[in-house]
């Protein structure tokens, strides 16, 4: 099956603990990208990867990192979350990148910072 | 830059009544636009896309939409509502027509779509 894999779904943690949401397509997909889902904000662009090795800056990147070491895995990093990082995180992939916008979307990972 | 406007941050039809999610674009080039669907718990899905061939679009579950450019609008129709339509719908739009926007989507602040029975 088609899919987009992201881990942990659910993760609750404190201020400065380094966290990694692994991110993981099955679909042979050249872009992948991040995403953060806010009340009221709709979602927005964190980073995006055209293709292994190949990764860039989204419209909010502070505080998070990226890598695209491998086609299918493209992990969200978190070195220092800070509160404001609080959010629901999607990942998605695309087949190229002059796609026409279809994006398949992982099931989110929601994370809570204390 | 490109952005979208989602008209009503909630909208509440009967069952079987008329739905209508309103959304504006602007864009500095001819755009793609697009609507996806989010079901409780779940990812997005893409419901329907326009990208420059009709301007009626056809989508999956009874969903269309109209792309007028005089109004830069892309609102979403569905002729008779049901329960299970229920969910959080995002317009977006993409300037990749020009093929420099890397596959970005603009998406809008979403409309929660409430069915009453």
């Known amino acids: 099956e088609a899919q987009v894999t992201q881990n942990p779904r659910y993760l609750i943690t404190v201020t400065g603990k380094k966290l990694t949401v692994t991110c993981s397509q099955n679909?042979?997909?050249?872009?992948m990208s991040w995403y953060r889902q806010d009340p009221g904000l709709g979602l927005r662009q964190i980073y995006y990867s055209m293709n292994v090795e190949v990764t860039d800056k989204g419209d909010v990147p502070e505080g998070y990192k990226v890598s695209r070491k491998e086609k299918r895995n493209f992990p969200l990093i978190l070195e220092s979350p800070s509160p404001n990082q609080t959010s629901l995180y999607f990942c998605a992939s695309s087949l190229s990148n002059y796609n026409t916008g279809e994006l398949f979307f992982g099931e989110g990972s929601r994370l809570t910072v204390l | 830059a490109q952005s979208v406007t989602q008209l009503g941050s909630h909208v509440s039809v009967s069952e079987g009544a008329l739905v209508l999610l309103r959304c504006n674009y602007s864009s500095s080039v001819p755009p793609y636009l697009f609507w996806y669907v989010q079901y409780p718990n779940q990812g997005l899905q893409l419901l329907l896309k326009?990208?420059?061939?009709?301007?009626l679009v056809k989508g999956i579950n009874g969903f269309e939409a109209e792309f007028k450019k005089s109004e830069t609008s892309f609102h979403l129709t569905k002729p008779s509502a049901h329960m299970s339509d229920a969910a959080e719908y995002f317009c977006?739009?993409?300037?990749?027509?020009?093929?420099?926007?890397?596959?970005?989507?603009?998406f809008g602040q979403g409309t929660i779509l409430t069915v009453h029975p």
């Open positions: 326009y990208t420059s061939a009709a301007t």
């Open positions: 977006a739009v993409s300037d990749d027509a020009g093929g420099t926007s890397y596959g970005k989507l603009t």
């Open positions: 679909m042979n997909h050249e872009y």
